[in-house]
């Protein structure tokens, strides 16, 4: 057994034991992936999930690393970014992603990625034209 | 600042392109000719090539250390750099068939699911699902 193979062992052993635990978390996320162009909130996710949210909220955190809020947010982004990149309007793309307005999809957009999704997306239009005209 | 670049060491960069191409299936995105047997190559993500580029480095080759520290980590199993994919299983027996030999097979760890494999270039890689 190498050393890598004994600390995964340990690891799972002393971090990932309790089961049920693990199993709520997993089936929270999975809720997010299936849901998350739709209102979504903490207590939605509790009340889905038959758990009291403040215990959500620490065992998704300590789970996956971040809240579960945190990865929705960074969920919808991902796929306003394939969205964007298809032509999608932003205003378009804002709602089938799941936020409330455009504004704030902007703001939130440019703050994770850098760009505002205007500029994300004449970016990859010059970029894919670049590659035809080539 | 952005993440653009990080690097993999490997002994040829020749063999490893082509195991990061053929076998993988990244996509080679630049490969600048530096000396006479060392070139700028790096390869990115075919779902995402214009996220961060591996560069395929070849210090093990030319700096001792590089080679010693690579050497170690090989020998203790340890991947000194991960990939995420959709389904840990499928890529393990795709890659499995295609002859890549596994240290770890396919395994829960609480919320992921890992597997570990010898790039055959010095490195051991761990693969990721997000569960």
Request: negative net charge; glycine residues 4%.
């Given at each position: 057994m190498t050393f890598y193979q004994s600390e995964i062992q340990r690891i799972k052993n002393s971090c990932y034991a309790n089961t049920t635990q693990i199993q709520k978390v997993i089936a929270t996320r999975n809720y997010i992936e299936e849901h998350f162009d739709k209102p979504l909130n903490l207590d939605r996710l509790s009340n889905v999930g038959f758990i009291s949210k403040y215990h959500l909220l620490r065992l998704f955190k300590r789970y996956y690393g971040q809240t579960p809020m945190q990865y929705l947010i960074d969920k919808r982004l991902e796929k306003?970014?394939?969205?964007?990149?298809n032509g999608m309007s932003i205003s378009e793309t804002c709602y089938l992603v799941g936020f409330e307005s455009p504004s704030s999809f902007s703001t939130l957009f440019k703050k994770k990625t850098g760009s505002k999704p205007s500029a994300f997306q004449k970016k990859q239009f010059s970029q894919s034209r670049s590659i035809t005209d080539f | 600042m952005k993440v653009k670049v990080l690097s993999i060491p490997v002994l040829d960069q020749a063999k490893a392109l082509t195991f990061y191409t053929e076998i993988l299936g990244f996509v080679k995105k630049v490969d600048v000719p530096l000396s006479?047997?060392?070139?700028?190559?790096?390869?990115?993500?075919?779902?995402?090539?214009?996220?961060?580029?591996?560069?395929?480095?070849?210090?093990?080759?030319?700096?001792?250390?590089?080679?010693?520290?690579?050497?170690?980590?090989?020998?203790?199993?340890?991947?000194?750099?991960?990939?995420?994919?959709?389904?840990?299983?499928?890529?393990?027996?795709?890659?499995?068939?295609?002859?890549?030999?596994?240290?770890?097979?396919?395994?829960?760890?609480?919320?992921?699911?890992?597997?570990?494999?010898?790039?055959?270039?010095?490195?051991?890689?761990?693969?990721?699902?997000?569960?």
């Open positions: 306003s970014k394939k969205h964007l990149k | 006479e047997d060392s070139r700028w190559l790096t390869v990115v993500s075919k779902e995402e090539q214009d996220g961060p580029e591996i560069l395929l480095e070849p210090s093990p080759k030319h700096f001792e250390p590089a080679k010693t520290y690579q050497k170690s980590l090989f020998e203790a199993g340890i991947p000194y750099t991960q990939f995420n994919v959709e389904n840990a299983q499928e890529e393990y027996h795709r890659l499995s068939n295609l002859g890549v030999a596994f240290s770890i097979k396919p395994t829960e760890m609480g919320t992921v699911k890992i597997a570990v494999f010898d790039d055959t270039c010095g490195n051991n890689i761990q693969l990721v699902e997000m569960l």
